[in-house]
């Protein structure tokens, strides 16, 4: 076993310390400059078409999601535990600094995951069910025309996502009510596989219902008790705001004797944090963008960016406020431990127990949409049923083993699987940018005639 984690230990230091970080943030700062930075350009009408979609419902074709649906499965899986450990993980490896990293990871992030969004569109199938799918393992598969490749992303995405770490979410989401309410482990994970799989059986169209019903209530009232901590510590908000801006580029370290560590520790687990938070890059959210019904594949690129967004720049930097404004960073905890303690120092006993109810939702969405994810993936392997009633019960199983395990290492190859299946989908974003230009153009020039959207290739025979 300690031979296991130690390799485990040493495949992760390579993937995440240097080859995703660099390949990741790199490939963002590329597909920013040859979009000409649509996170800048096009925000306004990215937010103006996804905030709309909470309160005007779009109705979907059978098989498909609505763009908001689709949107909300994705956000449902990028706001987990990551938001509220991940960022007190990055405040503490890489202090104050980290979270401005974050910032930069996301900013170019959004154009990683408008190309994935607008590739997934382009290159979606039918499967024999008459249902939409798609993501990385179809665009690898019909745009890189390599089975192989694309066969090897799907076993590692069901493995890492479906399985592996499902299985962690539910120890999240067990531990946190165990500590706050003193339910048995057990029951709290049987309890999850109960209500997970009767989502599961409804399919598509239950997934994109529950996703897009408590998402938004989820991020909104974590949001609002964020917001109230922040009004009891406003007085330390703007040396919240100084420490982050001048922790970014410790220019103490730089001029002193630590030759820039602390600017190291700071980019290393600020973009690293941010990256797992928002999965741009990752190739998990692309198999829910890929079942939008839009009009035209840009569209959804827009939307998709918005989540990238919403994620990082908005829930990830109002956790780490919690943090930084009440001081819990300073007393030596780790982990969600850290993000609970800023919110009992703000509201006492009950802050716990309001962090633990966000921290199940959360965890519980990234259930849901890790579950789905993994089905698109199944999808592509499997042909019929049977294979999906395999996975899903296989999935509920482990939700239930998760419960009560102690799962450090269990996380930790769930890394490894996350950071193997990135590569491949990084090689595919390379090689085939050039045609999510080309469908950004295409859109302009619609957009500019007042045409009614469409797009004229490959997407247009799944009409």
Request: with cysteine; charged share 15%; aromatic share 12%.
């Amino acid at each position: 076993m300690d031979s296991l984690e130690r390799i485990v230990s040493f495949v992760n230091s390579i993937l995440w310390d240097y080859v995703l970080i660099i390949g990741l943030v790199g490939i963002g700062i590329l597909l920013s400059i040859v979009l000409g930075f649509p996170q800048v350009k096009r925000f306004g009408k990215a937010a103006k078409k996804v905030f709309g979609g909470v309160f005007n419902k779009e109705e979907s074709k059978e098989g498909s999601m609505s763009s908001f649906q689709a949107l909300a499965t994705s956000i449902a899986a990028q706001i987990g535990t990551g938001n509220v450990a991940g960022v007190a993980t990055a405040i503490a490896m890489g202090g104050p600094g980290a979270v401005f990293w974050m910032w930069v990871s996301a900013f170019f992030g959004m154009a990683t995951i408008f190309v994935e969004a607008t590739l997934a569109q382009k290159y979606r199938e039918k499967d024999v069910d008459g249902q939409l799918v798609g993501g990385p393992a179809y665009y690898i598969k019909n745009g890189l025309k390599s089975k192989g490749l694309a066969s090897f992303f799907a076993i590692a995405l069901i493995v890492a996502l479906g399985f592996i770490g499902n299985m962690v979410q539910s120890n999240s989401i067990a531990d946190a009510i165990s500590r706050a309410f003193n339910i048995p482990n057990i029951a709290v994970g049987m309890a999850i596989a109960i209500i997970a799989g009767l989502i599961f059986i409804g399919g598509m169209s239950r997934i994109a219902r529950f996703a897009e019903m408590v998402v938004p209530v989820m991020a909104g009232v974590y949001i609002l008790g964020t917001i109230l901590v922040a009004i009891l510590f406003r007085g330390n908000i703007i040396p919240t705001i100084r420490a982050i801006f001048v922790g970014a580029f410790n220019p103490q370290a730089v001029l002193g004797g630590a030759l820039g560590i602390g600017i190291k520790q700071a980019v290393r687990y600020g973009v690293a944090r941010g990256l797992f938070s928002n999965e741009a890059g990752m190739g998990s959210t692309p198999n829910s963008h890929a079942v939008a019904d839009v009009d035209h594949p840009a569209e959804q690129g827009l939307s998709a960016m918005i989540a990238v967004f919403i994620d990082t720049i908005l829930v990830c930097t109002v956790t780490a406020l919690v943090i930084l404004t009440t001081g819990a960073d300073k007393l030596g905890l780790t982990g969600v431990a850290v993000t609970q303690e800023g919110f009992k120092i703000a509201f006492g006993p009950i802050g716990q127990k309001f962090l633990a109810i966000c921290l199940t939702f959360f965890a519980f969405t990234t259930v849901v949409g890790w579950y789905y994810f993994g089905e698109n993936n199944v999808r592509f392997l499997f042909r019929g049923k049977l294979a999906i009633r395999v996975y899903q019960i296989i999935v509920l199983i482990f939700l239930v083993l998760g419960s009560y395990q102690k799962v450090d290492l269990v996380w930790n190859v769930a890394d490894m699987f996350n950071g193997i299946m990135v590569i491949p989908n990084l090689i595919a974003l390379l090689l085939l940018y050039k045609e999510s230009n080309n469908m950004l153009r295409d859109y302009d020039s619609q957009v500019a005639r007042g045409e009614k959207l469409h797009y004229t290739y490959e997407y247009e025979k799944l009409k």
